[in-house]
């Protein structure tokens, strides 16, 4: 139980696109779902929490215009990274939880910008 | 602001040993404390989860500790194997609703 998809688990884009990144919640409701990013050979960093049907909360420093973040359902969160750029090429990981409970990872999405 | 650290940063051994790798975390408030294992270019899997009211957990060669009031974690590995062979990232989490603060993780090398 508590399994996570990502889709797409790989993806090259081009500079200047957009890139849509989902995440599901498969045998449970995710009322809050985590995006983290990692560079190469770095830890995850938390880029934002978002709770279903409400605004996500961004962390310092990353661009809320830029990395869009939908809840719109209690088993899907996306990410959207606008204009993507070279340094945008990361992987990013989403994990999902029902309340307090503890949460489970998806199994990443590399993007590489081109 | 709960800060995570990882010592060594990597680490290099030949079958069989055991080891030890450990995780520090600056506030001692924390909720539980988790290990993980990633694979290079994968997502994360679960290994041990303390909570905070807890001292060990144990899953086969696997024995993390928790001592909260000193902010310190260990993950010890037995007989190490080189399917061992990954980064280990420790991560705790303040409340039952936060997120998890990751260190940088240790990247094991087991040599067969």
């Known amino acids: 139980g508590a399994v996570v998809s990502q889709h797409p688990s790989r993806v090259i884009c081009k500079s200047g696109t957009s890139v849509k990144i989902e995440c599901r919640s498969l045998?449970?409701?995710?009322?809050?779902m985590f995006w983290y990013r990692q560079f190469p050979k770095q830890s995850l960093m938390l880029m934002a929490t978002?709770?279903?049907?409400?605004?996500?909360?961004?962390e310092q420093g990353v661009e809320k215009d830029k990395f869009l973040i939908n809840h719109a359902s209690l088993t899907l969160s996306t990410l959207t990274v606008t204009s993507a750029h070279p340094e945008d090429s990361s992987f990013y990981i989403c994990?999902?939880?029902?309340?307090?409970?503890?949460?489970?990872f998806g199994p990443g999405t590399r993007l590489t910008v081109t | 602001k709960q800060e995570v650290t990882q010592i060594p940063a990597a680490l290099s051994v030949p079958e069989g040993e055991n080891l030890v790798l450990n995780c520090s975390f600056t506030?001692?408030?924390?909720?539980?404390l988790q290990w993980f294992r990633q694979d290079p270019g994968k997502g994360l899997t679960s290994l041990l989860l303390?909570?905070?009211?807890?001292r060990e957990q144990t899953s086969g060669r696997l024995n993390a500790s928790l001592d909260k009031s000193s902010g310190r974690s260990t993950l010890y590995i037995a007989a190490s194997q080189p399917g061992d062979s990954a980064t280990y990232l420790c991560?705790?989490?303040?409340?039952?609703?936060?997120?998890?603060?990751f260190g940088k993780g240790t990247r094991l090398s087991v040599i067969a």
């Open positions: 303390i909570q905070s009211s807890q």
């Open positions: 991560a705790v989490s303040g409340s039952g609703n936060t997120p998890l603060v």
């Open positions: 978002s709770n279903e049907g409400s605004k996500a909360t961004y």
């Open positions: 994990s999902a939880r029902t309340g307090a409970r503890v949460g489970s």
């Open positions: 045998d449970f409701q995710a009322t809050t």
């Open positions: 506030d001692s408030a924390i909720y539980n």
